[in-house]
């Protein structure tokens, strides 16, 4: 018996509401990845600003177990704390870090350029190293010679206006790039602020984004989020002061220069899993280099036994409870975030790890488990 024509007319209604729901649902999904790409810079900034916000808002709750006194002003002694050690570091050590930054770069450039003419000696070809102008040229080298024309000739208009072109445009590039690294930090800075200041506003309207029937699952995933991140970055933080320190103190025993920057690199990089302990201990070996071969093989060995420290009992027993991600997993992350997006895809791909690992984790937990922590 042949349905009625009505219900045909209905299924038929139905199947086109439904192709046209996710043909729509496909392209406002691919939209919404093309944004993504094209702003990644953009969103990578926000996030970054984020997580600022939980570290103050993490530091503050720890002074919080101390003192009774109030989120605001527990936050805001947080701020002043981390602003005079800010300061007191620029204007007590300033210099030194500058005089070292200096020697440190110069110390880089010239091994580099060394162990180029060492790997040039044993016939590997180094022609894909492009090291620019790391050497002056050498001495006998024609590049260095005076030129044949006469002292008393000046140079062209043409020639002026070229090399004026070229130091206002090189000019123009140092602008506008410090420009925007400045304006990145104060970004950071003030979304952190932002965030830290009244993150129950956020929370919430994060949560009221979520259909109706999705909000009590949203405020939980979000809350396991926030808390994942929270204790994530205080035991990062502790692991990159101590990483400062062994490597500054270990350095300056061993007699390396420029230990203290180094150590400040060293502490820094630690915030990159995996690919930051690598590039540090690289930096640090190259800047031994130039004290003698014991130096550097004694600063390797040290690099080794900052790199089991942290690896084998810093890690583990700081962040036993707050990321359980397999080396290998958050290596290939990391790889192709790197590759994808540069330097911020490379620095901010473990905490993006944990969101993610956070919301797998809860879409696999049973129906029952949910609804006994939603009433809770």
Known sequence: MAPPADDRIRCRNDLAWAISVGGIGTVLFAALLAAAWFF????????????LGVALYAMSNLLGR???L???????????LLAALLSGVIFLGGATIAQQATVLSNTIKSQIVNVKAFLEKYGVDTSYLD???????????????????????????????????AILSQTWKIVLGTVGAVGNFFIVLFLGLCFAAQPGVYRNGLI???????????????DRI???LQRWLIAQMITMF???LITWLGLALIGIPSSFILGVQAGLLTFIPTVGALIGGLIVVLASLASGWIAALSAFVLFLGIHSLESYILTPMLQRHALEIPPAT?????ILLGVVFGIWGLALALPLMAIVKVVINFLHEDGEGKAEIAAA
């Open 70 to 80: 109030p989120h605001s002003l527990r936050l805001a002694v947080v701020c002043l």
């Open 226 to 228: 926030g808390e994942t």
């Open 40 to 51: 990644a810079s953009t969103l990578f900034l926000i996030f970054a600003g984020v997580l």
């Open 330 to 334: 958050l290596f290939a992350f990391q």
């Open 242 to 244: 101590a990483v400062f």
């Open 66 to 68: 101390v003192t009774k």
């Open 208 to 222: 009221y984004m979520a259909p109706a029937r999705h909000r009590p699952n949203t405020a939980i995933v979000v």
């Open 131 to 165: 090291i620019g102008n790391l050497a002056a040229a050498p001495a006998g080298s024609p590049a260095s010679e005076a030129p044949a024309a006469a002292p008393h000739n000046l140079p062209s208009a043409g020639a002026i206006a070229s090399s004026g072109g």
